[in-house]
C-alpha cells in the first residue's frame, strides 16, 4: 500500500526556465494539496485539487504557477520562468473521499526544488 | 482569523523529560487539530491529533490537551527521546475551509 509519492525528489533549474513536479497520490485519494515550505518556515498551503477541478487555488502565485490534477495520471504543479526565490521544498498531500475530505493528509517526500 | 499561532519556535529537552508545544487559534469555526511530526529531508507525518469534544487525547508518550474556551491546544512528549528531536506542526480544519491550516513549527532538540 504505497504512500504519497513525488518525483522528482530534487530539481536543479536555471532561472527562467519550467519546472515540473510531480505527484502521485495514495490508492483510492482523489483530493490533492499543494504546499510550499521555504526554509526554517511552515507550510504554505497552494493548492487543492480534485481530478480534473480545481477546489481551492486561493494560495497559488497569480502568475507562473498552474496546478492540475488529470482524469488519469499524477497531478502536476508547474512553474513557468522560475525565480530564485521559488526554491523552496514543495509538498503534495492527499486525502480519501469522505464528507470531511482534507482533515486527514498524508504527505509525500518532496520536491526540492533549487533555481540557480 | 484563518492563523494558527504556534510557540516556541525552538525547544531544547533533557532525554526523559517534558516537552510542551502550544497553539492558539481564532476560528471557532476549526473542529479537528492535528500534529505533524517532520524529520529533516521528509515530509510531515500524522501524529495525533482531536476533536473538540473532547479535552485530551493520548497515544502513547504523545498527549493533546485542548481547551476550546481559550481556543488553546498542546503536545506533550512524556519521556522525551533522542529520536523525538523532529519540527512539530499544530494544524486546524473545519467550518468554511476546505485546507489544513500550519502553524509555524516547533524545532524540537532532545538531549542525550
Known amino acids: 500500500n504505497a504512500g504519497v509519492m513525488q518525483n522528482p525528489r530534487h530539481l536543479v533549474r536555471r532561472r527562467g526556465q519550467e519546472a515540473r513536479l510531480r505527484c502521485s497520490p495514495m490508492?483510492?485519494?482523489?483530493?490533492v494539496y499543494w504546499y510550499r515550505q521555504l526554509p526554517e518556515e511552515g507550510l504554505k498551503f497552494m493548492v487543492y485539487?480534485?481530478?480534473?477541478?480545481?477546489?481551492?487555488e486561493s494560495g497559488m502565485p497569480k502568475e507562473r504557477f498552474s496546478a492540475e490534477f488529470p482524469k488519469e495520471g499524477p497531478s502536476i504543479l508547474r512553474i513557468q520562468q522560475v525565480v530564485r526565490g521559488d526554491s523552496a521544498a514543495y509538498f503534495c498531500?492527499?486525502?480519501?473521499?469522505?464528507?470531511?475530505?482534507?482533515?486527514?493528509?498524508?504527505f509525500g517526500p518532496g520536491t526540492r526544488l533549487l533555481v540557480l | 482569523q484563518q492563523q494558527v499561532k504556534q510557540s516556541p519556535q525552538s525547544l531544547i529537552v533533557q532525554k526523559g523529560g517534558i516537552s510542551i508545544i502550544n497553539c492558539a487559534y481564532e476560528?471557532?469555526?476549526?473542529?479537528?487539530f492535528p500534529w505533524y511530526q517532520q524529520f529533516p529531508g521528509k515530509g510531515p507525518a500524522l501524529l495525533i491529533a482531536?476533536?473538540?469534544?473532547?479535552s485530551e487525547k493520548k497515544e502513547g508518550r504523545f498527549t493533546i490537551s485542548f481547551n476550546k474556551s481559550a481556543k488553546q491546544f498542546s503536545l506533550h512528549i512524556m519521556d522525551s527521546q533522542p529520536g523525538d528531536s523532529a519540527t512539530y506542526f499544530c494544524?486546524?480544519?473545519?467550518?468554511?475551509?476546505?485546507?489544513?491550516?500550519f502553524g509555524t513549527g516547533t524545532l524540537l532538540a532532545v538531549q542525550p
Open positions: 476560528n471557532t469555526a476549526f473542529d479537528y
Open positions: 498531500a492527499s486525502s480519501p473521499p469522505s464528507g470531511r475530505a482534507g482533515e486527514t493528509q498524508y
Open positions: 485539487l480534485q481530478k480534473e477541478n480545481i477546489i481551492d
Open positions: 494544524a486546524a480544519w473545519g467550518g468554511a475551509t476546505n485546507k489544513l491550516i
Open positions: 490508492k483510492g485519494h482523489s483530493h
Open positions: 482531536i476533536r473538540p469534544d473532547v
